[in-house]
């Protein structure tokens, strides 16, 4: 099982990001996906949305209004759209995956992680 997260990069304030979750060995139709990102020098991993199988979606506070999960099962990917990118937004972003009907607000229920991708905004 491999989640494989890209799409980072540099980014200047206000503008956005869209980053991808390619999953191989899974099926994601059959997950809940979150978003996670560890800022420099943050010990751990905070959860900033999840899109689940049936719809549901969740979005932290920090977020919420300017990102967008949605997924393409047809593709086996999960995309995060972000938006009005500020310089606190800069961290590494990871996508991890955690069965259907699981506790998705709980980050070690997730079972599969992707490598992380970094997402630096400045000018």
């Known amino acids: 099982v491999q989640l494989q997260a890209f799409g980072g990069g540099l980014v200047q304030p206000g503008g956005s990001v869209r980053l991808s979750c390619a999953a191989s060995?899974?099926?994601?139709?059959?997950?809940?996906i979150g978003w996670f990102r560890q800022a420099p020098g943050e010990e751990h991993k905070d959860l900033l949305c999840?899109?689940?199988?049936?719809?549901?979606?969740w979005y932290a506070d920090s977020v919420k209004g300017r990102s967008i999960i949605s997924r393409d099962n047809a593709k086996n990917t999960v995309y995060l759209q972000l938006n009005s990118l500020k310089p606190e937004d800069t961290a590494v972003y990871y996508c991890?995956?955690?069965?259907?009907?699981?506790?998705?607000?709980?980050?070690?229920?997730?079972?599969?992680w992707g490598q992380g991708t970094l997402v630096t905004v400045s000018s």
């Open positions: 991890a995956a955690t069965p259907y009907g699981s506790s998705w607000y709980v980050r070690d229920d997730y079972d599969y």
């Open positions: 060995g899974i099926t994601l139709d059959n997950y809940a």
């Open positions: 999840m899109g689940s199988s049936d719809g549901t979606t």
